[in-house]
């Protein structure tokens, strides 16, 4: 098949200036430009994969402890019936499992050490039904929770830092103090350290405890589950699950999930995602406009070219094509090359890593001090896309100026001095 011949002279000038020191040096430009399209693309892609792995490790172990939605009673008391309140919530298809708790803040005291916490109050059987860390703990641990026995789990930071284990007693100051003739006095009760977690979040493992829920009532004097947990099938279908079940309870109830939760920490990666994705955007605009000086160099190069192309009959929509077509060339070779390279790196990032850190004796996330201690990755779709039509655009606009001056060009002026 014969290609138009702006295409083929076009794909030409991208491949040529491998002989003479100008058409060299012009080579040499256009390869710089495509390799920094190339590096830019990657940088994209390798960062915002890192920063998705990021989100998706906390995310996990965040909700390994945390219900996909909640459903509370909106004056904060007992709820009438909890089972006929996940029995409502089950009829939203989404829903897969149902567990009662109550959740109250107090101090954990030991000795002159206190600190505070968030008491969740549960039924070991059902919160298996509704977290990972639960279903993962439920024989081990959480059985040992059992009402009446006053029996607490705690988190594995909030234990090491009341320096307690497996056995020892500890103090709960529940809120609201009991009011006697000598004034009011806090409410305290010793409980029994039966076991401790690790959910790999450090916001709750040091700063949660579960008891059981019967225990929680009578702690905090309610007469029952102030709330209900609830598992979804898809995580991301919580949102609007939970807009549905606010309708079908009604106001007497508040439906939070597990998105409005931790809205802040969300919003904030989102942010942060959003401005390195416009600064990394940067570096592939100013490689893909690195493309101008190419081209314009390249036609005051090929002018005499220009000038007997246009002598032998070609329009200046032509020679303005034929520019275009190269530098289009050079940017979809820089933009995929980019995207090839990015996707290597990102989708062995958890090899490469490990090899760097052995290789400079070093550790670039320390157990000790983040959360993670690899580096995930993560590379999606939704990213990538954009990324490549991004710089597939950027470099296509970088042509049009150098096209169009090519196409202006005059035979008489070019040829007057060859």
């Known amino acids: ?129 509704v977290t990972d860390l639960a279903a993962s703990i439920k024989d081990s641990t959480l059985s040992r929770l059992v009402p009446g026995e006053w029996g607490i789990v705690l988190g594995i930071e909030l234990a090491r830092s009341l320096g307690v284990h497996e056995g020892d007693k500890i103090t709960i100051v529940a809120p609201g103090g009991q009011v006697t003739p000598a004034g009011v006095v806090p409410r305290l009760k010793q409980m029994t350290v039966v076991g401790t977690f690790n959910a790999g979040h450090y916001e709750y493992d040091s700063g949660l405890a579960m008891i059981h829920v019967d225990d929680a009532a009578k702690l905090f004097r309610t007469d029952g589950p102030t709330g209900v947990q609830l598992r979804l099938k898809d995580l991301f279908q919580a949102r609007d699950v939970a807009e549905q079940l606010s309708q079908a309870f009604g106001p007497q109830f508040i439906v939070s999930d597990w998105t409005r939760t ?61 520019f275009m077509v190269q530098g289009a060339a050079s940017g979809i070779i820089g933009t995929l090359s980019g995207v090839g390279f990015g996707l290597l790196i990102a989708l062995n990032i958890d090899v490469i890593v490990p090899f760097i850190e052995h290789l400079l004796r070093t550790s670039f996330l320390p157990s000790s001090i983040y959360l993670i201690s690899r580096m995930p990755s993560d590379p999606q779709a939704a990213d990538i896309v954009p990324i490549t039509l991004i710089s597939l655009v950027l470099s296509f606009v970088a042509t049009l100026y150098p096209s169009w001056r090519a196409s202006r060009v005059q035979p008489a002026e070019a040829l007057r001095y060859e």
Do not use: C
């Not at 592939?284 to 220009?306: E, H, W, Y």
């Open 1 to 129: 098949m014969n290609l138009p011949y702006e295409l083929q002279i076009g794909v030409r000038y991208t491949r040529a200036g491998r002989t003479g020191r100008r058409n060299g040096f012009i080579s040499f430009i256009s390869g710089v430009s495509m390799l920094g399209i190339a590096l830019g693309v990657a940088a994209l892609i390798i960062v915002l994969s890192v920063m998705n792995g990021f989100q998706k490790e906390v995310r996990d172990r965040m909700l390994s402890v945390v219900a996909h939605v909640e459903v509370m009673d909106g004056q904060g008391q007992a709820l009438p019936d909890w089972h006929l309140t996940a029995k409502q919530a089950r009829e939203n298809p989404q829903v897969t499992g149902a567990a009662p708790f109550i959740a109250a803040q107090a101090l954990v005291a030991r000795g002159d050490d206190m600190r505070g916490a968030i008491i969740r109050g549960i039924s070991p059987d059902d919160e298996a039904t």
């Open 262 to 322: 931790n809205r802040n920490w969300f919003s904030a990666v989102q942010l942060e995602k959003r401005l390195m994705f416009i600064i990394l955007t940067l570096i592939v605009a100013v490689a893909a406009f690195n493309l101008v000086s190419t081209l314009v160099m390249t036609v005051t190069d090929k002018q005499a070219d220009i000038a007997i192309l246009r002598t032998l009959g070609a329009s200046p929509r032509s020679i303005m094509g034929i």
